[in-house]
């Protein structure tokens, strides 16, 4: 089976690799924009969470547009980079609902790592990297922190709803426990 599917993979031009490559990036964030739809509709009026996914329109935009069949032959490899700045850009944008995005790195992760040359592996664990720090550096935020977001873990028990603090809500704390109960 794996090499019926290395056949067909391998018979595609390059072009059409890459495109192949990053479709299941695209997938997701078409989920995660459906899912977000439907849970917490303010999230898409969020400026950030629009330009994060505007972010990723582009990055498949460039796999279409690029002729990478010219370039040299590593070139590509910019792509799942921009992928894990991409992720890392919705995720803050979105809010600590959004933390688990994180787990669409094993997309870029995997692309890179596949390769046979050993200096993709380090560039998927510098991707991996840049997801948390450059966002947060130009957000202006705690890495994995989020966007102002002054307690980036909610007290045990207490439930954030998707995207307050996108929309520049504010954590409040667990309301007092009932007279005679202590807090656990």
Sequence with gaps: MSDRLD??????SVRKRVVASQL??????????IAAAIFSPETLTDNLFLAALLFHL?????CVAFPWGR???PAFAVIPVLDCLAIGFTREAGGSAFNVLSLMLVFPVIWLSAQVRPFMAALAIAGTV???????????SPPGGGVDDPHP???????????????GGHHHPPASPPAGRKRT
Excluded at 58 to 62: E, F, H, R, V, Y
């Design 7 to 12: 056949g067909i993979f391998g018979a595609l």
């Design 71 to 73: 370039l040299p032959g």
């Design 130 to 140: 840049l997801s948390t720090v450059a966002p947060s550096a130009a957000l202006g």
């Design 153 to 167: 873990h909610p007290a045990p028990g207490h439930v954030r709803y998707c995207g307050d603090r996108a929309r």
């Design 24 to 33: 299941p990036v695209t997938l997701t964030v078409v989920l995660v924009v």
């Design 58 to 62: 582009l990055i498949l935009g460039a």
